[in-house]
């Protein structure tokens, strides 16, 4: 008896193992339903519109959207007849030249700034004075 027990929990483990493998496989053979290849975590789309755009799409003339909350095309406000516009792709959501550099004194951090020095006037709160140890 406790033979067949041991057969049977082997048997549905190997079946549970394989119907979770053909599960995931099934997931990620789907094709994706995007129209450009997000590279990227922040991909980014821009409208680009012709020359009897409605207003809606003029009012958002280089503004960027990442891919997964891009409005959709035509837009709601749309009244034109035809509409021609479509999404331009960017690898970015910004727009421009990054101003973090490794090279900086500041490193990584969020300073852009052009300070050569400290612009704070208080005292660092980490250091220890002779008064506190006491």
Known sequence: MLLWASILVVLL???LLLRRRHASKSTTDRP???TGSAT????A???KYSNNACSAARD???????SSAAPKLPLAECDVLECKCRF????DRRAGKDRRTPFAPSGFGGATG??????REG??????????LI
Do not use: M, N, P
């Open 45 to 47: 789309v821009s409208i």
């Open 60 to 66: 958002l003339d280089g503004r960027r959207f990442l």
């Open 32 to 34: 994706v339903a995007s």
């Open 40 to 43: 990227t975590a922040y991909h």
């Open 123 to 132: 005292k660092d709160r980490r250091i220890k004075r002779d008064e506190d």
């Open 114 to 119: 052009s300070h050569q020095s400290e612009q």
């Open 88 to 91: 331009v792709h960017h690898k």
């Open 13 to 15: 483990a190997v079946w």
